[in-house]
């Protein structure tokens, strides 16, 4: 498979504050590819420069085998959906669409003809003649998407699309935009700091700090396996639970205070050498209750039930952690259950480096 | 958001850059280097070092002139603030009529300088106006002879001019007070604290910013001081009430001693850089500060 | 249970609390004082001589007079000229709507530019147009006055009209900038993604959302411009003297007796149009400054 978007060695910089440093992604043809990360990483930057809307400091863009580092946003065989719509208020929805087009002098039938097919791809057809205060947030960011519809863009990008809507009807347009990507096959490349969407919607995402990217894997990958910590800590909620303490290798174990956790289980990738200080995590799904009666005691201290779902809190060694169980389990505060951990499903990280072992 | 490829930019700006370089910069070049001479009815380079400045300072005349601007600028930037911020607050207050007291105070602020000091003048006329009301009324102790008089005529300036600029002081603390979070009344009321408490120790520090904003306003006003007082006393009576503003016009125009002009002007425009230098760098601090983040 | 109070229920009783007679009473006596000078202007235009000198300056005219309003417009001498303000309005029109035309437009662009165009240095000029503002105008005049001499349209129209586009510039470009600067960022992302180039994105995409602010900064600079006296004084020249100059011109006559009456009414008439420009719309000036025009 070809490479759609290529990203090479960039770097873009504010003042003299380094956004994203010597960046390198590979986008492929078709492919859904999600950046995600906390406020401030760098992902709405890294759109921004492959659209052209920023100047980048250093390194290259590659678009369809086109090296467009240097071209108008227009020459980018891009379209783009933002957060905030960015619909002209002044303008119909009609004229919207087709603004791009009459920019370009495109003959009249021509810019009717792709109207027609986006507006009837987007169910937007009887909104046509209306202006965009007209409209609702959901029809509002179908416009959006039809802007980039209508402009035959070879690459989609989205801008956090989602996030001013409210959640049934993100919900709503996740749904159809996955349909969208199943039906069209453009590659895109969505920002969002939402992690269901980027779980849900994803090839392969791209879990972005500090201008740096953390993890590039499909989202299997990255809920299971984190590479580091951080990646650990962002995905997943209720969020992972986390342990500091150190391993001992005569026994292949975890120990906390006087705690041990045999590791027998898990499979490491590096493994460390006797007394490192290491993070043990567990996701909340991964303990369980036991009905026997080897494992380790524990007093409920709080109970969040969520519907589908029971979050239970446990603490161990004075540290608070989660438990998830079934919606239907009946347990009291200062109940005394028996738990196990899914070694095997753990996440194990040295302190130091805060990378996966 | 920046473009480096950006001609159309580049052309839209040139205007304002020839402005503000021939204009705003070239201009006090001018000035100060012709202030270093002895130019009469024309400009002429006859250089005289700094004794246009040392004249200037012996004059009689300008420190009547410094000590008005000073007085005017203190009472005028102090009335405004007061009293928009009064008017304001007042409107504020979920008032019948709102719209109808909003424009009574700053219909004003629509006025010509000349307009207002032409008012001021027939009704502080001591002959016909507010004081010849009084006395048919029988209130014959009453007094209103600023006009006429030395020590009093600049305070009579100070009350035109507070009586034109508190409309828009208002408007814009109003801008201000309109732009508070509903909540904080909400928690404000829940604890019980007095509306004026939560004016002067909440709501102002809030506003802040709009009240900085009116303060540079007005402050640049204070020295452009000069149709107002024109209209309203000349200058008199004698010479006090005369201006900083009033000084430079008489020599450039009807004295003809361009280089004691200049340096007065100079001597103005070092002034207004020692009052803005302050707030300037705090906004420039705390901007590239933000710009940070 | 037994209470002799009336249980609370319902709507909360009504009441005029003192507090709030007080502050009516306060805003309604502030409201007097405001409106003072504008009704002593119109009752003493409507005065002859003979009551202005013995009457009371806070009453209403015994008989109406209509000697000062013609003479204000037709007659009154400014100087040797006896042709009242009728010349000085057209004057007037004729400085402040070329003006304000251009130097909105400038205003406009120049906030455009700086708020979506940003390059190298923009914001160092901008800086420094921002100071021109605050420079007294005593400090340039002189040397603008021989800029314009050497370019030929010292007292001229076009040489008035240029000053008053050079010192509206600062404030006008300002609020623009700050309007558009509050604008979504995204709008013009998507218009550059969409091919709009400088103009034609500010035409097509820019111009249309610029009303609120566009009203705010006429009639900033239509009351600004039209109220100018010491600008159109000097820059104006002879035959162009604008409406105000006119009127300080037939008041301050050191000859002859003074007219009160003509006086006010010809005061009343330089404040027409931006009087009239505030009532019709101070509504939207209000609400433009309150969605950031001038911002803190």
């Not at chain 2, 009704?123 to 010849?132: K, S, W």
Request: glycine content about 8%; charged content about 20%.
């Amino acid at each position: 498979m070809n490479n759609s978007v290529e990203v090479k060695k960039l770097s873009f910089n504010y003042g003299k504050v380094e956004i994203l440093k010597n960046l390198d992604l590979d986008i492929k043809d078709g492919e859904f590819m999600v950046l995600l990360g906390p406020s401030g990483c760098g992902k709405t930057t890294l759109l921004n420069c492959i659209a052209g809307l920023l100047d980048l400091d250093d390194g290259q863009i590659i678009i369809e085998g086109d090296n467009v580092t240097w071209k108008e946003p227009k020459d980018r065989h891009i379209g783009m959906v933002f957060q905030s719509y960015a619909l002209y208020p002044s303008m119909s929805v009609e004229k919207n669409l087709s603004f791009g087009l009459r920019m370009s002098n495109t003959p009249k039938n021509i810019i009717s003809e792709k109207i027609d097919k986006a507006s009837e791809l987007l169910q937007i057809k009887e909104l046509l003649h209306r202006k965009p205060s007209q409209l609702s947030g959901g029809q509002r960011q179908r416009v959006a998407i039809g802007r980039a519809l209508v402009r035959d863009a070879k690459v989609f990008l989205f801008d956090e699309p989602l996030s001013n809507l409210d959640a049934k009807l993100r919900a709503e347009l996740r749904y159809e935009i996955k349909k969208l990507h199943r039906d069209l096959g453009n590659t895109m490349i969505y920002v969002t700091h939402d992690q269901i969407e980027a779980m849900t919607l994803a090839d392969r995402i791209a879990v972005m700090k500090n201008g740096l990217i953390q993890q590039l894997d499909s989202p299997k990958e990255i809920y299971n396996k984190p590479s580091n910590l951080f990646v650990a800590d962002f995905i997943g909620s209720p969020s992972m639970n986390f342990f500091t303490g150190k391993f001992i290798s005569s026994s292949n174990s975890f120990s906390l205070n006087n705690a041990l956790i045999n590791l027998n289980n898990y499979e490491f990738d590096n493994k460390p050498s006797d007394q490192n200080d290491i993070i043990f995590g567990i996701r909340p799904e991964d303990i369980s209750v036991s009905d026997s009666q080897d494992g380790m005691e524990f007093k409920i201290e709080l109970i969040e039930p969520m519907g589908a779902d029971t979050l239970i809190w446990l603490s161990f060694e004075n540290i608070p952690f989660s438990v998830r169980l079934e919606g239907s389990s009946e347990y009291k505060l200062g109940d005394v259950i028996i738990i196990n951990f899914d070694i095997k499903r753990a996440s194990i990280f040295d302190q130091k480096s805060e990378l996966r072992l | 958001m920046f473009f480096k490829r950006n001609l159309g930019a580049k052309i839209a700006l040139l205007p304002m850059i020839i402005i503000s370089l021939t204009v705003f910069v070239g201009c006090i070049i001018y000035s100060f280097v012709y202030s270093l001479t002895n130019s009469k009815l024309i400009p002429v380079f006859n250089y005289v070092g700094f004794d246009q400045y040392e004249r200037l300072f012996k004059t009689r005349k300008w420190d009547v002139a410094v000590e008005n601007i000073f007085i005017y600028g203190i009472v005028f930037t102090i009335g405004c603030l007061v009293i928009g911020f009064l008017l304001a607050v007042l409107i504020d207050q979920k008032i019948r009529a709102e719209s109808l007291f909003r424009t009574i105070f700053l219909y004003p602020y629509a006025m010509s300088f000349v307009v207002t000091g032409l008012v001021w003048k027939w009704v502080l006329n001591p002959t016909f106006g507010i004081e010849h009301s009084m006395h048919l009324w029988g209130f014959t102790w009453f007094e209103l002879d600023w006009l006429v008089n030395r020590d009093l005529a600049i305070y009579a300036v100070c009350i035109a001019a507070v009586w034109q600029g508190a409309g828009f002081v208002m408007v814009l603390m109003l801008a201000g007070l309109r732009g508070i979070d509903e909540d904080i009344w909400k928690s404000l009321s829940i604890e019980g604290i007095p509306k004026w408490k939560s004016y002067i120790f909440v709501i102002l520090p809030m506003i802040r910013p709009m009240v900085i904003t009116s303060l540079v306003l007005i402050a640049a006003g204070v020295v452009k001081v000069y149709d107002l007082i024109l209209a309203l006393t000349s200058g008199g009576p004698g010479y006090s009430t005369t201006t900083p503003a009033m000084y430079v016009m008489e020599n450039f125009f009807s004295r003809a001693n361009l280089g004691q002009a200049f340096a007065a002007s100079i001597i103005m425009f070092i002034s207004v850089v020692c009052i803005l230098a302050p707030w300037a760098y705090y906004e420039f601090y705390f901007r590239n500060r933000e710009a940070k983040v | 249970m037994i209470s002799n109070t009336i249980e609370a229920r319902g709507p909360r009783p009504k009441h005029l609390s003192i507090g709030r007679i007080g502050m009516y009473c306060f805003i309604v006596m502030c409201a007097l004082f405001f409106l003072m000078p504008l009704y002593v202007m119109l009752v003493t235009s409507f005065k002859d001589m003979d009551e202005i000198r013995s009457g009371n300056l806070l009453y209403i005219p015994k008989s109406l007079s209509f000697y000062a309003w013609p003479k204000a417009w037709g007659e009154a001498c400014t100087g040797f000229v006896c042709e009242g303000l009728k010349p000085g309005l057209v004057n007037s029109l004729k400085i402040t709507i070329p003006s304000v035309i251009v130097s909105v437009s400038l205003g406009a662009i120049n906030g455009y530019a700086l708020a979506f165009w940003r390059f190298k240095g923009a914001y160092f000029f901008f800086g420094l147009c921002l100071f021109g503002a605050f420079i007294p105008y005593q400090v340039m005049v002189y040397p603008l006055l021989k800029i314009e001499s050497a370019l030929g349209i010292y007292s001229s129209l076009p040489g008035i009209i240029l000053v008053h586009t050079i010192f509206g510039m600062p404030i006008l470009t300002l609020i623009f900038r700050n309007f558009y600067a509050s604008l979504p960022i995204d709008l013009f992302k998507a218009a550059r993604i969409d091919g709009g180039n400088f103009l034609k994105i500010f035409f097509y995409v820019i111009i249309p959302m610029s009303t609120p602010i566009t009203i705010v900064a006429v009639i900033l600079q239509v009351t600004g411009i039209w109220n100018d006296f010491l600008l159109g004084l000097i820059f104006a020249g002879r035959d162009n003297q604008p409406m105000t100059v006119q009127l300080n011109n037939i008041v301050q006559v050191d000859y002859g007796v003074a007219e009160y009456n003509v006086d006010m009414a010809a005061t009343i008439l330089t404040s027409m149009i931006p009087l009239a420009v505030y009532f019709v719309s101070g509504r939207w000036f209000v609400r433009g400054i309150a969605a950031g025009a001038i911002k803190g």
